[in-house]
């Protein structure tokens, strides 16, 4: 029977998926990835537009850094490779006819490089005859094939090899595929899907399961729908299947919860890999027709996880770009994803995916986001409004909406909204609108404001240009009321407690002047850390105006700096292209985000924050969208919004320029220590 999607109580890990900022220098798909040493990948052969690459490439998966590293002995794609005794093996493959060869090539010593790292494959062996489309493991000191065709009649037969010479017959696969996505567990092999080599030439749902050590191939369960082309790997002891195509139409609404490329059909320039691209990863004239095959094909961005020890196929995440035809290979607790196909179009995304729990558990509702069991609440500046999403990405609420009572100040520009109140309220500076606003959550009934709607002034009561009001724990409000250059801390009775700063003198000179703040969080010891525009200067004060320390950080315009630690800080660079750094109380840089082009080059950044999942949440103001990236790999790992397109609809946004994170119980992690 299929397997099921949920009911699972082994609590398998989500994955945490992410596209890379880096790409490769042109796009590839059908290639062969294998482990290389420390941060390496290895990408041998390939499709790269009509052209069988013959190259051997080494990537190093922490920079996008690719080089030339040797040559096949005749270009390949779609060969099946593996790592056996410490060498690279390829298996048959299209040359671009089908072949039999297999060739051999040494793994790549580590602190090699140049010439000296250059080598050449041999041709090692032969298939027993010719084979692509295959899939090849290794278990134990053995190398299995799996699947494929001679080009134009299956190869059900699974095939055994020691040394890449001679080969056992194993089984055979009860539904002969090519195609198919292949993971090996426990001694037995796990094959997902494949294209049926018939007339029609579909893609198959059924699950197989080889037993090497019994020596048989069973159809153990099904996919939920047929699918072809997709990647498995078996990571940190779990078996995810992501991407492929499917002759079944996927759901998907853009701009919701992965990172887009471009319009369909199209991809966007990258940030490229450093140095010159390589021959091999030239060729422009247009995909061959086989890339498409003879059946309608939607792509697939699901990724599974499989618990072999009761069949049950769970929901676990969502790749950022859907993909069929990549290759895959494993580094310690992350596998990488490379290159692929999105219809007859080859890309250049490299991506990650790791089972991480903080992502959640697959199969439960959520598995796979960024802030999984959590709301997230986005103040969407361009379009007058606040959003607050579940896990699932869903717009759970809306304000102002039909149901909440009018709002006598009216709502525009909200810059910043955070939860008060242990999630019973929300508290909303309007910048533009000059005021600031507690709306009552869920009801929408505003219950207390400061400010005179789009009245700037330095009186009491008035402000001009107000960012990051904040609710303090002893009931006061913190408030940077740029323009006029000073910090207020207000009380309830929208008396004025205490000032940072001197009404109208914009220069960083502490303790009486501060330079245009646009920053006033609080910190865990009840002060607050306040950022200066003018002089990109960092301090922290008390709220009764003492100053404590300061720091200049490298950057042109500082937003809303966060507490990591206790001497630990993050921060937004509000320019083009955007940054995020991690700093200390002494200026020292820990951590810098910045790229310069491609889908991870940010625009006018307003706010960064740490969630409690370990990644960095961010409103990417100027290209309309939020924005969650890895600070381990700088992968994105997940997005809301079209990616320099502003609308109203489903997915979009519109600048967005503030968000807060809601947990079970009224917690706001991002900023505990406020009311």
């Known amino acids: 029977m299929p397997a099921s999607a949920a009911g699972d109580s082994r609590a398998v890990p989500a994955a945490e998926s992410g596209l890379l900022p880096w790409r490769l220098a042109a796009p590839v798909s059908r290639a062969v990835v294998l482990p290389g040493s420390g941060s390496n990948l290895t990408i041998l052969g390939g499709l790269n537009g009509n052209t069988s690459a013959p190259g051997v490439f080494s990537l190093d998966s922490s920079a996008g850094t690719l080089s030339s590293i040797g040559q096949l002995a005749a270009g390949l794609h779609d060969a099946a490779g593996t790592v056996l005794e410490g060498r690279y093996f390829l298996f048959g493959g299209g040359s671009p006819a089908t072949v039999a060869t297999v060739q051999a090539f040494a793994s790549p010593v580590p602190g090699a490089a140049g010439a000296a790292a250059r080598a050449a494959a041999s041709v090692v062996g032969s298939l027993p005859q010719p084979r692509s489309d295959a899939a090849a493991v290794t278990i134990d000191n053995t190398a299995y094939v799996v699947g494929g065709y001679d080009g134009s009649r299956p190869d059900p037969e699974v095939l055994a090899t020691t040394n890449g010479t001679s080969f056992d017959d194993v089984a055979a696969l009860p539904v002969p595929v090519r195609y198919p996505a292949v993971a090996a567990q426990g001694g037995k092999i796990y094959v997902f899907g494949g294209q049926a080599i018939t007339a029609a030439a579909s893609p198959v749902d059924d699950i197989q399961m080889v037993d090497t050590q019994a020596r048989k191939a069973t159809v153990v369960g099904h996919l939920p729908f047929p699918v072809a082309g997709a990647t498995a790997v078996s990571v940190a002891g779990h078996i995810y299947v992501a991407g492929g195509v499917s002759s079944v139409a996927q759901p998907a609404v853009t701009g919701v919860g992965t990172t887009q490329l471009g319009p369909p059909g199209t991809t966007n320039p990258g940030a490229g890999a450093s140095g010159a691209v390589p021959d091999a990863y030239v060729s422009p004239g247009p995909p061959p027709a086989r890339l498409t095959g003879t059946v309608a094909s939607t792509a697939i961005g699901t990724i599974w996880a499989y618990d072999p020890s009761n069949g049950k196929l769970l929901q676990a995440g969502q790749l950022q770009v859907p993909v069929s035809h ?350």
């Open 326 to 675: 990549a290759s895959a290979a494993v580094l310690g607790n992350t596998a990488w994803i490379v290159g692929g196909e999105v219809g007859s179009a080859q890309e250049s995304v490299v991506q990650m995916l790791k089972p991480d729990t903080a992502f959640g558990t697959a199969g439960a509702s959520g598995a796979g986001s960024p802030y999984f069991g959590d709301q997230l609440l986005v103040a969407d500046r361009g379009n007058n409004r606040l959003l607050l999403f579940d896990d699932t990405n869903h717009v759970v609420w809306t304000y102002p909406s039909t149901s909440s009572p009018p709002d006598p100040l009216g709502f525009y520009f909200p810059d910043d909204a955070f939860f008060v109140n242990h999630g019973s309220a929300i508290i909303s500076n309007q910048e533009e609108n000059e005021t600031i606003v507690e709306i009552g959550y869920p009801s929408g009934k505003i219950v207390w404001s400061y400010g005179h709607p789009k009245q700037a002034g330095t009186a009491p009561g008035y402000l001009h240009e107000p960012d990051d009001a904040y609710l303090l724990k002893n009931g006061q409000i913190s408030v940077a009321d740029a323009q006029n250059c000073r910090v207020l801390v207000l009380n309830q009775n929208g008396t004025v407690a205490g000032q940072i700063g001197t009404t109208g003198r914009c220069v960083h000179h502490p303790p009486t002047s501060i330079g245009s703040p646009n920053g006033d969080t609080p910190l865990a010891n009840g002060n607050l850390l306040v950022s200066e525009i003018n002089g990109s200067w960092i301090s922290e004060w008390t709220t009764a105006g003492q100053f404590v320390w300061t720091t200049h950080v490298p950057i042109s315009y500082p937003s809303d700096p966060q507490q990591l630690g206790s001497d630990l800080y993050l921060v937004a660079d509000y320019a083009t292209p955007g940054a995020l750094l991690e700093f200390d109380r002494a200026g020292n840089v820990s951590y810098r985000y910045q790229v310069s082009s491609g889908p991870g080059e940010l625009n006018h950044p307003s706010l960064a924050e740490m969630l409690p999942s370990g990644v960095i949440m961010i409103n990417d103001d100027y290209a309309n969208r939020m924005l969650a990236i890895d600070p381990a790999t700088g992968a994105l790992v997940w997005q809301y919004g079209i990616t320099d397109a502003a609308g109203t609809a489903p997915g979009m946004l519109n600048t967005p320029d503030g968000f807060d994170v809601l947990a079970p119980g009224g917690a706001t992690p991002t900023h505990p220590a406020t009311g």
